[in-house]
């Protein structure tokens, strides 16, 4: 207990310090020289606390009386990408996920397929490394329901979620997760916010919830998931694009 609430400690003064500076957003606290150094130096804390903690404990979840005026959004508010763009424009009804990668079964899902799938609402806070947090009501599908139609290989180790935004070095913004927190009742593929279709700020039309972590795993606007043994051949090879800048793989909260 004492490393769990050493660990809440170091996030809280560290969430506090890069609110303080007032940064406009994540692309600008990657350019400081400090955050990644703050960030990083946390990676042994995160994991040994993460084994501490059940595999299964649940984020908070909110009533409705809880929900934030406005869902702030983080990152990219609109991608540039011709195929995204194509997408925006016809009401994503031409959207499909693909998922691929070490699995069985590859697939194409649309927007409708996904929707038809066993869905869970639930009420939970967003936490951004630069220091301010909503809570909004999301409604998805869970991860593990389509990996499971999917049938990971029994070599795969992680989920890489592939997405339609790119960054200011031309790169894809990707993003990646254990199978702990994929199989997690809470993590979502998320097409709904606050009752409404997901808006494009927030990463329609569709995005990744995993609230029991920061709010750059979460990535927005997915085009496709693939399953992999490795991180090796991967863009920097760190399983996302701000741990390829030195941030940590494991943002636990």
């Not at 609430?5 to 560290?14: E, G, I, Q, V, W």
Request: glycine share 8%.
């Amino acid at each position: 207990m004492k490393l769990i609430n050493k660990r809440r400690r170091f996030l809280r003064d560290a969430l506090a310090l890069t609110g303080a500076v007032a940064l406009g957003g994540c692309d600008k606290l990657s350019q400081t020289t400090w955050a990644p150094k703050v960030l990083g130096s946390a990676t042994a804390l995160s994991h040994a606390a993460q084994r501490a903690l059940s595999r299964d404990a649940m984020a908070r979840e909110y009533n409705e009386a809880d929900i934030s005026p406005v869902f702030r959004p983080n990152g990219s508010t609109d991608p540039q990408a011709p195929a995204y763009r194509a997408l925006a424009a016809n009401g994503f009804r031409d959207y499909r996920l693909g998922v691929g990668g070490l699995v069985a079964h590859p697939l194409s899902l649309s927007l409708e397929q996904l929707r038809a799938l066993p869905n869970r609402t639930q009420i939970t806070r967003h936490d951004c490394v630069e220091g301010w947090s909503v809570i909004g009501k999301w409604t998805g599908v869970q991860l593990s329901r389509v990996l499971q139609m999917a049938q990971p290989a029994r070599a795969a180790r992680y989920v890489v979620f592939r997405c339609y935004d790119a960054m200011d070095d031309g790169s894809e913004y990707y993003e990646s997760l254990d199978f702990d927190d994929a199989y997690h009742p809470q993590t979502l593929l998320a097409w709904e916010l606050n009752g409404k279709a997901l808006p494009i700020p927030n990463g329609a039309p569709l995005r990744l919830r995993v609230p029991r972590q920061l709010g750059y795993k979460m990535a927005k606007y997915l085009r496709r998931i693939d399953l992999v043994d490795s991180f090796k051949h991967i863009e920097g090879g760190r399983g996302g694009y701000w741990e390829d800048q030195g941030y940590q793989w494991y943002a636990g909260i």
